[in-house]
């Protein structure tokens, strides 16, 4: 395998010598290679692992005002990487659920009662979660995280590989995990070919504050030109009522939600928002994500990994994108402490080739799901219109077939 590198940015001081082999080196440290991190600092004690990112952590933290649905899978695997008992006071839970078609009255309903009283999952801030995740890295010893630099080069030799960074400094390690989101640098580097396509439509989010309480309700609606999403939040510091918003829109930037002054922006919001909230009104800066599919061809090479968006990445419509990243993780760091204790390989191709299997048939399931209803709800003919809302209606009348959906919501198939 061949030598790639990016133009050099200036140094940082270097690592001591001892800091400077490890196990494995992470490329990534979004919300998919902290987890990752902090899971194998738990579960895996004897390995040492660097996990490098490009990102300045503040800027991280400060930086995303995106919320996280996570499911219940996704929170046992929180637990197993000691996250869990911080995560879930900052998360607001789910209680209910309720789909619109557009300007229909309300088509179908989830509520906690039916599924036994459980919730169906947690609305998070990601700073929220970087925070919690960096303050937990602190804590794991064998753990390094190397924040403001990025990787720009691989050389395989013999049973490792040398990591280089942007500061000119250079790592070793046993096993890479890409862990660096949808332009994945590692995935470039192996040259793994992505199916991909563009949705033409971008999700404009921010969070608003609204007069009633919004009693632990998800709206999704959906519009031609994209889902609308009102999430639930916990109360801000000043105890006003908080939920996020996913506003999809598209056609040209020109004429982006983006280009509006923040009266304008909020009459638009205002327009879709349901009267029960009461008053509205803007409580974070907005901020704008175009919308693609990306599905790498292969998730492993030689002593490398993908996982998370650097493997593939979905439309938000279900708020599923992480929750399939950390079942990834929890795949992954499981077959690799597995490895551990057995004395075996952790970068063995055995090991990347189950993680592989293990893993690309849930990740390709729910990109067809998702891309499916994406598809259906952005069709605007009428007898896709009549077909779609006699469809939810008759889920909404049948109950194995709500419990179904309600299960696959709070990500209890795993
Ligand atoms: C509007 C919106 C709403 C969403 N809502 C949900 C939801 O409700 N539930 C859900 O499960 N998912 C949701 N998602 C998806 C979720 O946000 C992503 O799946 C998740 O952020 C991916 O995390 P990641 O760590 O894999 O990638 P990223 O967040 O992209 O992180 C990659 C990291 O790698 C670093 N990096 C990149 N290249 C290098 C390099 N060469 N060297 C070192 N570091 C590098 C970057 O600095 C970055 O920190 C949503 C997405 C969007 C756009």
New binding site residues.
């Given amino acids: 395998m061949g030598m790639k590198t990016r133009k050099k940015k200036a140094s940082l001081p270097s690592l001591r010598s001892a800091d400077k082999d490890f196990d494995i080196v992470i ?7 902290l987890t990752l991190s902090c899971l194998l600092g738990k579960t895996a004690k004897n390995l040492k692992i660097a996990c ?4 300045d952590p503040q800027r ?1 933290v400060d930086g995303d005002f ?5 499911s219940f899978g996704s929170a046992k695997i929180l637990d197993r990487a000691g996250l869990w008992n911080e995560i879930e006071p900052r998360g607001c839970p789910i209680r209910d659920i309720r789909i619109f078609d557009a300007d229909t009255p309300l088509l179908l309903q989830f509520l906690s009662e039916e599924a036994g009283g459980k919730i169906f999952g947690w609305i998070l801030k ?1 700073s929220d979660l970087r925070e919690i995740m960096f303050n937990k890295i602190k804590t794991l010893r064998q753990i390094r995280h190397i924040p403001s630099t ?3 080069g691989f050389e395989h030799k013999n049973d490792k590989i040398r990591v280089t960074l942007e500061n000119g400094q250079e790592i070793t390690a046993r096993l890479v995990v890409g ?7 590692v995935r470039d580097f192996l040259d793994i070919p992505t199916r991909r396509w563009d949705y033409g439509q971008r ?1 404009v ?1 921010c969070n608003i504050t609204h007069e009633n309480p919004h009693e632990n309700r998800a709206i999704e609606n959906f519009w031609p030109q994209g889902p609308f999403a009102i999430l639930p939040m916990n109360d801000d510091e000043k105890g006003r009522h908080v939920s996020s918003l ?1 506003f999809t829109e598209h056609g040209p930037k020109s004429r982006s939600l983006m280009q509006l002054d923040e009266e304008a922006f909020l009459n638009a919001v205002a327009a879709k928002f349901p009267a029960f909230y009461g008053e509205i009104d803007l409580a974070s800066p907005r901020q704008c ?1 175009p ?1 693609s599919l990306i599905h790498a061809s292969r998730y492993i090479g030689p002593r490398m990994a993908l ?4 493997a593939h ?1 979905i439309h ?1 419509v279900a ?7 950390f079942r990834d993780i929890g795949e992954l760091a499981g077959l690799i402490a597995q490895a551990a204790e057995n004395g075996e390989d952790i970068g063995s191709p055995d090991v990347l080739e189950t993680y592989q299997r293990r893993r690309r048939p849930d990740n390709v399931a729910m990109a067809a799901v998702t891309d499916a209803l994406v598809r259906l709800f952005s069709n605007n003919l009428l007898p896709v219109r009549i077909l779609r809302r006699a469809g939810l209606r008759a889920v909404s009348k049948l109950p194995p077939a709500k419990r179904f959906f309600m299960k696959n919501a709070m990500g209890a198939g795993e």
């Avoid at 490098?52 to 990102?55: K, L, P, S, T």
């Avoid at 996982?307 to 650097?310: I, K, L, N, P």
């Avoid at 708020?319 to 990243?325: A, P």
């Fill in positions: 490329v990534g440290g979004g919300l998919a290679g490098i990112d490009r990102d991280a995106r919320t996280t649905a996570i990601n990025g990787v720009n862990a660096d989101g949808r332009g994945s640098f999700a989010i996913v994500y919308l996982v998370a968006d650097a990445g938000p708020g599923q994108g992480l929750n399939l990243g």
